[in-house]
Antibody
Framework: EVQLVESGGGLVQPGGSLRLSCTTS????????MTWVRQAPGEGLEWVSS????????NYADPVKGRFTISRDNSKNTMYLQMNSLRAEDTAVYYC????????????WGQGTLVTVSS | DIQMTQSPSTLSASVGDRVTFTCRAS??????LAWYQQKPGKAPKLLIY???TLQSEVPSRFSGSGSGTEFTLTISSLQPDDIATYYC?????????FGQGTKVEIK
């Protein structure tokens, strides 16, 4: 069974940092592109960032470019999102999602972790 | 960036009704479109990919169609378990973008 479990969310002050983790099981992690998607309270889904199978290629949405860093550790079947210079508008549930081998949609999602940026 | 526009924003229908909602892309995306179902407080769930391919274990009352810029998701006979918000997503190029969602309610 494919499982994705996010952790690391919480309350942080504006300008602060947080590191999210996505621990996975049930599939060959190293052969799948992985992604973070977020959802602000009461809002829709927003793609945040994706990382290639080996970690050498990354993509970011414009609102987080230069502040967030995505990475992965294939030996630990885990993906990360380092979030710096956090802003109130980064408040959201952050989901990790797995992509199938050849397409860029998301076939499995974690349950999400809430990040709240507030003073 | 490719903009995705869904309509209507909210749809109210009765159990057993056939319901259809639309997703339009701001430029041609061929068949690179997925549909997700999100129930309140839960993660999204993949329903359809490549515009019309049903994900495994998704009930056959769900179907998708379209290509290019206009796509539809149809529920052939609405069930109480289908109460959710439905999102489309284009995956022809980064940034990957979602529609704003269609919320389905039971009348």
């Amino acid at each position: 069974e494919v499982q994705l479990v996010e952790s690391g969310g919480g309350l942080v002050q504006p300008g602060g940092s947080l590191r999210l983790s996505c621990t996975t099981s049930g599939f060959t992690f190293s052969t799948h592109v992985m992604t973070w998607v977020r959802q602000a309270p009461g809002e829709g889904l927003e793609w945040v960032s994706s990382v290639s199978t080996g970690g050498g290629s990354t993509n970011y949405a414009d609102p987080v470019k230069g502040r967030f860093t995505i990475s992965r550790d294939n030996s630990k079947n885990t993906m990360y999102l380092q979030m710096n210079s956090l802003r109130a508008e980064d408040t959201a549930v952050y989901y990790c999602a797995k992509q199938p081998p050849t397409d860029l949609y998301f076939d499995y999602w974690g349950q999400g972790t809430l990040v709240t940026v507030s003073s | 960036d490719i903009q995705m526009t869904q309509s209507p924003s909210t749809l109210s229908a009765s159990v057993g009704d056939r319901v259809t909602f639309t997703c339009r892309a701001s430029q041609r995306i061929s068949l690179w479109l997925a549909w997700y179902q999100q129930k309140p407080g839960k993660a999204p769930k993949l329903l359809i990919y490549r515009a019309s391919t049903l994900q495994s274990e998704v009930p056959s009352r769900f179907s998708g169609s379209g290509s290019g810029t206009e796509f539809t998701l149809t529920i052939s006979s609405l069930q109480p378990d289908d109460i959710a918000t439905y999102y489309c997503q284009q995956y022809t190029s980064h940034p990957l973008t979602f529609g704003q969602g269609t919320k389905v309610e039971i009348k």
